[in-house]
């Protein structure tokens, strides 16, 4: 486009006189003077900018790692034909690293009163919103010298939800789920607190399970089956504080903590429980109430999108206050937060017993694995002390967990990888045991 001017302007130089293009006055004022002319001319047949009308459509939600398409409509309702280079700006964190040049720039020729569409491809590296900056376009005339340059304010804003990568680990749950509820063929059933059906002793059963009534009617021994709670009430809180904020791996804690929660959140609507959510610190950050069971999993992701550790220590008394007006009966209290023995000891520990003494309390949290491999690490003077400091910090979380298990809280520490099916797992006994 630009070339294709340039070279017809040099070849209409060529066709000057020859004594014109001499080294003089003469000649360099007629060179000059053409080149302005060129310069003038193009600058006014370039398209004007101002005018023109832009509107944005595409994808407003997109996964944690994975594309999103965004569309910029432009109309041109000039009479000149619209040659333009057109930046596209979104926030850094909106492409994978490097990638942000070729993807946010574009070539575009609308003909007059014509419109034309654009794709920009984000694939954002962040949870949060990401939202559209400006609109850059620079309108050159058809030799390509001279352009004219504007900015338009398009909104439009892609929320970048949680991956929810431990989806995979749904399926087996599930299955489980189904051996509880009585729904596959097995030798024993749950042992949940509502009674489901009567059936013929095997081997094995637990003889206080037998029914003697019906025993004495029959000819057979007969044992009462019982099937997992249903309609229970689960609340999971997250603890947003400043401990969410350390990075195990290349996440935040928090980040490892949401998965685990929307694994738990699948699993107990599957199960027929109410699942709500809270995230605090020193206050509410997020909350979700009341949902259907249908509509209870995209309500928390949607939630859980925007949700960023905060750089405060946790109000524990507040979160608890918190957790008894939002659920004022007996439920199952999943808190998802830190282990470390300061933030607990004082800030959990001397409200823990109001919480206790009206709800069954799950407490999960995220264990660093580095931790691990220093304490098994040897050979050099430096890696002794760094399996001596290791091996400290996990007698210290090992004490604390011990502490909360004997005020009645049932504890999950678990690798980021291994968080979620554990605390899954966790569910899934409390509620065979008929304990939620």
């Not at 020729?109 to 034309?116: K, L, S, T």
């Not at 680990?169 to 097995?186: F, I, N, Q, V, Y």
């Not at 109000?315 to 023995?341: E, G, K, N, Q, Y």
């Amino acid at each position: 486009m630009a070339l294709t001017g340039r070279a017809a302007l040099l070849a209409a130089l060529g066709s000057l006189p020859v004594g014109l293009l001499e080294p003089s006055w003469t000649g360099l004022l007629a060179v000059n003077g053409a080149l302005g002319l060129a310069c003038a001319v193009d600058y006014a047949l370039a398209a004007p900018v101002r005018t023109l009308r832009l509107a944005r459509s595409g994808d407003t939600s997109v996964r944690l790692g994975e594309p999103a398409e965004v569309h910029l409509t432009v109309t041109n309702p000039g009479g000149r034909l619209l040659r333009a280079r057109v930046r596209d700006a979104w926030p850094p964190s909106s492409w994978l690293p490097g990638t942000e040049p070729s993807a946010s720039r574009h070539d575009l020729v609308v003909p007059a009163g014509e419109r034309r569409r654009l794709t920009t491809r984000l694939r954002p590296t962040r949870r949060g919103d990401r939202r559209a900056d400006r609109v850059t376009i620079r309108s050159y005339g058809p030799l390509g010298l001279l352009s004219r340059q504007g900015t338009h304010t398009v909104p439009w804003t892609v929320r970048v939800l949680p991956p929810f990568t431990s989806r995979k680990h749904l399926p087996s749950r599930l299955a489980r789920l189904r051996e509880l509820d009585g729904r596959t063929s097995l030798l024993t059933r749950g042992e949940g607190t509502e009674f489901d059906s009567l059936r013929d002793y095997l081997p094995g059963d637990d003889t206080r399970s037998i029914d003697w009534r019906a025993t004495a009617r029959g000819h057979k021994v007969a044992v009462r089956t019982w099937r997992p709670e249903r309609d229970r009430h689960i609340l999971i809180c997250l603890d947003t504080g400043r401990t969410s904020a350390g990075r195990v791996g290349d996440a935040p804690r928090l980040d490892s903590a949401l998965d685990a929660a929307l694994l738990l959140t699948a699993l107990a609507t599957r199960a027929g429980d109410r699942v709500d959510l809270l995230a605090h610190d020193r206050r509410p950050r997020a909350q979700v109430q009341g949902r259907s069971a249908s509509d209870t999993l995209p309500a928390f992701v949607n939630a859980m999108g925007i949700l960023e550790p905060e750089l405060v220590e946790t109000d524990s008394r507040a979160l608890v206050s918190t957790i008894l007006r939002t659920a004022p009966r007996r439920s199952l209290v999943v808190l998802l937060t830190s282990l470390d023995a300061a933030p607990v000891e004082e800030g959990l520990l001397p409200v823990l017993p109001r919480l206790t003494q009206r709800h069954t309390v799950l407490l999960a949290s995220v264990a660093d694995p580095h931790i691990a491999d220093m304490a098994r690490s040897r050979g050099t003077l430096d890696s002794v002390y760094d399996a001596a400091a290791a091996t400290q910090s996990q007698s210290r979380r090992r004490r604390t967990a011990d502490h909360l298990t004997r005020l009645g809280v049932h504890v999950v520490d678990a690798t980021p990888d291994t968080l979620a099916p554990a605390l899954a797992d966790a569910y899934l006994t409390l509620k065979a045991a008929g304990r939620l």
